[in-house]
Structures are given as C-alpha cells and as structure tokens.
C-alpha cells in the first residue's frame, strides 16, 4: 500500500482549491456590484416611497378638482352663448 498522496490526489486537491477560489472571487464581485448599485442610487436623488405617495394623493385630488372646473367653464360657456342671443 502507498502511504504518499498520489497525483490524482494531488489533482483533486488542486482542483478543489480553486473552485473555493473562484466562488470567493465570485462573491467578491457580488459584493462590490451591489456597493456600486446602492452608490449610484444614493447619487440620483430619489424620493421616498411615503413621498411618492403624498405627491400621488396630491395629483389626484388635483385631477377631481380640475375635472368639476372644467364643468362648471363648459357651464359658463354655454350660459354666455345663451346670453348672447
């Protein structure tokens, strides 16, 4: 019997190394794309989501209110054609 690693040993060792190696460098690379996303985010000057919803509250209490003025112009406007004849 051996005592002594043979090659194919050897081999598999080696091999074994660096698929840890190359799933370390992997993450590595996860790790620094997700730093770079969140830095380019912080960069864009982004509103909140509790913002958003405000200004989306706020837009459609303004599209309500726009549509009663545009009934009561179309109102008046036929009231003035009325009157003009």
């Known amino acids: 019997m051996q005592t002594k690693s043979g090659p194919l040993d050897d081999l ?10 190359v799933k370390g460098v992997g993450d590595e ?3 620094m794309g997700r730093a770079q996303a969140d830095r380019v985010i912080a960069d864009m ?3 909140s989501r ?3 919803e405000i200004l989306k509250t706020m837009v459609l209490s303004i599209q309500d209110e ?3 003025l ?5 109102a008046l406007e036929k009231k ?5 004849k």
């Open 12 to 21: 598999t060792n080696l091999m074994t190394n660096a698929v840890g190696a």
């Open 29 to 31: 690379v996860k790790a």
């Open 45 to 47: 000057d982004l509103i």
């Open 50 to 52: 509790d913002e958003f």
């Open 66 to 68: 726009n549509a009663v």
């Open 70 to 74: 545009k009934t009561k112009v179309a």
């Open 80 to 84: 003035i054609k009325t009157l003009k």
